[in-house]
Each structure stands twice: as structure tokens, then as C-alpha cells.
Nanobody, 123 residues
Framework: QVQLVESGGGLVQAGGSLRLSCAAS????????MGWFRQAPGKEREFVAA????????HYADSVKGRFTISRDNAKITVVLQMNSLKPEDTAVYYC????????????????WGQGTQVTVSS
């Protein structure tokens, strides 16, 4: 079992940066691929970024490529999403998720989820 807790959300002006962290518990964390998703009001949850269990492979949604960076530290059991050049359209609740099946962009491939952290970008 893996339990996930996100932190680092908040209010920032457009062009600013935020760093989201996902703290995981569970001895099998290092065997999971990890992902970040987001959900804006009235919209479906969408893929943002994912990283393989080793950290050697990453994948990003086109909308965040070049602005967001995902990383992980298996020793500290954390996953980080560094978000730069934020835009108002990045406003959403951001969720951390774990997948035992490798990097994936679909929510159905992730079987553990955090409760989310709110990110608000003002124009």
C-alpha cells in the first residue's frame, strides 16, 4: 500500500513559480511510477506529468512541457513538481498518484491517489 500527501499549493501571480511535493509512505514506493494530475472546476481530471520508478523516464502534457519539471527521490520517498512560468489556465487542484504499471497518462492506470492541493494563478 502507498499513501500520498500533497503540499506546496497556493496563490501565485502569472509568471511565478510553485513547487509541489508529494510525500509517500509505504515500503513499495520505489516500485511505482508516479504522476501528477490536475482538475479545474467543471473539467475532467487531466494528466500533467509522470516519472518512472527509477526516475530515468519522464513524460509531460504538451500544455506544461518546458515549464514544469517532475522529479523523485526514492530515499526520501517524495515526488516533486516544479512549476515555472505559471499561467491562469494552470489553476486547478493538483493530485499526486502512483501507478504499479509504469508511466501512464490515463487516470485508470493509477491505483493510489492523494487528496490534492489547490493551485491558483492570478492574472
Amino acid at each position: 500500500q502507498v499513501q500520498l500527501v500533497e503540499s506546496g499549493g497556493g496563490l501565485v501571480q502569472a509568471g511565478g513559480s510553485l513547487r509541489l511535493s508529494c510525500a509517500a509512505s509505504g515500503r513499495t514506493f520505489s516500485s511505482y511510477a508516479m504522476g501528477w494530475f490536475r482538475q479545474a472546476p467543471g473539467k475532467e481530471r487531466e494528466f500533467v506529468a509522470a516519472i518512472s520508478w527509477s526516475g530515468g523516464n519522464t513524460h509531460y502534457a504538451d500544455s506544461v512541457k518546458g515549464r514544469f519539471t517532475i522529479s523523485r527521490d526514492n530515499a526520501k520517498i517524495t515526488v516533486v513538481l516544479q512549476m515555472n512560468s505559471l499561467k491562469p489556465e494552470d489553476t486547478a487542484v493538483y493530485y499526486c498518484a502512483a501507478s504499479p504499471w509504469g508511466i501512464a497518462t490515463k487516470t485508470s492506470r493509477y491505483d493510489h491517489w492523494g487528496q490534492g492541493t489547490q493551485v491558483t494563478v492570478s492574472s
